[in-house]
């Protein structure tokens, strides 16, 4: 009943459930290789070249909203030049 009230609640107030799922499914997985890594190789393991890759895409892929709709308001507020 939890779950469905959980549900129930993200439905109405437009929370998107994908992302809650995966993080629920993945998280206590996500947790454990990240204790592993830290136990392993300190803070070093984040100046790696993979690791700096895919935190540079991760940046990109949260800010572009932003930076979409920026844009996006600059182009209406300028006249059309014909």
Do not use: H, N
């Not at 920026?70 to 300028?78: I, Q, V, Y």
């Amino acid at each position: 009943m939890v779950f469905g009230a959980v549900g129930y609640f993200m439905v109405k107030y437009r929370f998107p459930r994908p992302p809650f799922i995966l993080g629920f499914i993945l998280g206590k997985l996500a947790e454990t290789y990240l204790y592993s890594s830290a136990t392993r190789y300190g803070a070093a393991w984040l100046l790696r070249p993979k690791v700096l890759i895919i935190l540079a895409i991760a940046v990109a892929f949260a800010v572009y909203p932003f930076v979409q709709k920026r844009f996006k308001k600059e182009d209406l507020s300028e006249p059309d030049k014909i």
